[in-house]
T-cell receptor
Framework: GQQLNQSPQSMFIQEGEDVSMNCTSS?????WLWYKQDPGEGPVLLIA?????ELTSNGRLTAQFGITRKDSFLNISASIPSDVGIYFC??????????FGPGTRLSVLP | DARVTQTPRDKVTEMGQEVTMRCQPI?????VFWYRQTMMQGLELLAY????????DSGMPKDRFSAEMPDATLATLKIQPSEPRDSAVYFC?????????FGQGTRLTVV
């Protein structure tokens, strides 16, 4: 079946640093979504991407839909302590279900 | 502020007992998903509905799990009988198109 890989699995960064993470697949997707999950909470939708090559921002977050449609990237600029959490990517094709990646766990050191 | 509401937030039960989890999707959303999250398996899709009709429940152990949508404002996930390996966080999500919005989850512990 379809699977998504996320890298890195976890990362520790200093407050103020920029963060980059990515999501790759062997399959093509028509939609890419990025979610953040805080401890004890459900995943919250951050950014949705609908077109290959699309670059979309949400505050300090920027995500891109890869040209090959098999990958997506999420960048966080000037990280702050509340950025801590698990970031999930999800891919979707028409008429099918969401496929979720295993997540990237982000820790921000003060 | 529209959101998906799940009850209960936490449930501890003894092995063999029936467990029912409830979800109120966002008003107007026509798709409802049930996911299970564990450390080992991550987010697993159990079942999903579109316009209240079950479309896919292949991720659900059929002998003990059942999912229903009695009406557009309520989705239920039932486990009978529950087993310790069912311990996990169960999420409901709803959507309209190419996005899904999650509830806060029900943390189930079966002892």
């Amino acid at each position: 079946g379809q699977q998504l890989n996320q890298s890195p699995q976890s990362m520790f960064i200093q407050e103020g640093e920029d963060v980059s993470m990515n999501c790759t697949s062997s399959s093509i997707f028509n939609t890419w979504l990025w979610y953040k999950q805080d401890p004890g909470e459900g995943p919250v939708l951050l950014i949705a991407l609908y077109k290959a090559g699309e670059l979309t921002s949400n505050g300090r977050l920027t995500a891109q839909f890869g040209i090959t449609r098999k990958d997506s990237f999420l960048n966080i600029s000037a990280s702050i302590p509340s950025d801590v959490g698990i970031y999930f990517c999800a891919g979707l094709n028409y008429g099918q279900n969401f496929v979720f990646g295993p997540g990237t766990r982000l820790s921000v050191l003060p | 502020d529209a959101r998906v509401t799940q009850t209960p937030r936490d449930k501890v039960t003894e092995m063999g007992q029936e467990v029912t989890m409830r979800c109120q999707p966002i008003l107007g959303h026509n798709t409802v998903f049930w996911y299970r999250q564990t450390m080992m398996q991550g987010l697993e899709l159990l079942a999903y509905f579109r316009n209240r009709a079950p479309l896919d429940d292949s991720g659900m152990p059929k002998d003990r799990f059942s999912a229903e949508m009695p009406d557009a404002t309520l989705a239920t996930l039932k486990i009978q009988p529950s087993e310790p390996r069912d311990s996990a966080v169960y999420f409901c999500a709803s959507g309209l198109g190419a996005e899904a919005f999650f509830g806060q989850g029900t943390r189930l512990t079966v002892v």
